[in-house]
């Protein structure tokens, strides 16, 4: 079975799967080093469901991100079940340093959008550190895509869950719909660095604007694709029905 099909039964059985090395050493290091960078000058302090640094809409922060908008080992599984008409909801960042604890298991879906036949947004977690249990890598209770929840019910222990272990540079792919959380970071000296892409059917609005604050400049060296994922057809700043509210 090629990669493709194997993402496609995994998503649909286990609710996640795992793409490893889809970006080289070289570029998952920039893209590191890039994000450090901007977590310096725009970082901010993330408590929601547990403690991590965050970096909001990384496309206006640094064009080296962008290639993972559109990557063509990612995107074609997101397409299957979101269509090819999909957006990017969001691409940002959760920074888990030694010492911040388990995020709090949850779906990215409101419960009153949890759909069984189809899920109606998609993540993706972009490793700039090699994944391991010790420095906070995300976890995921495989199947909980399929449970009509929005996250455990309350007392329920969660036996099942899994933590990926890959280099950086790999990526995971699961339904919006499937239970994950961060990792706790027990190391004593290494940041856990990641990239969430959030992808979203065409009828839903932005999660965060990627044109505010998009250098014009930048518009030129997108690709099409990227152009149709941010709805920048007709350049940053350019009203959409569907987003008219943000501008």
Known sequence: MNEFDQ????LEIYGFTLLENVLDTDTAAAMRESLIRCEREHGTEHT?????????NLPV???????CLDHPRVLPVLEHFLEPSLIL?????RIVRPGDGYQQLHSDIPVYML???TPVMMNTVWMLDDFSPEIGGTRVVPGSHKSGLGGP????????EVQPTAPAGSVIVFNGQCWHGGG??????????ALFGHYRKHMLVFQLDPHDGFPPEWHEGLTERQRQLMRMQNGPGALHAADAHFR
């Open 89 to 93: 909801g969001s691409l940002n960042s």
């Open 48 to 56: 929601h469901r547990g403690t991590a640094r965050h970096v909001s």
């Open 153 to 160: 019910p309350e007392g329920l222990d969660v036996k099942h």
């Open 7 to 10: 993402a496609i039964q995994e």
């Open 115 to 117: 759909n069984m036949a």
């Open 184 to 193: 706790a970071n027990t190391t004593k000296d290494h940041n856990r660095h």
């Open 61 to 67: 922060m640094d064009r080296i991100f962008h290639q």
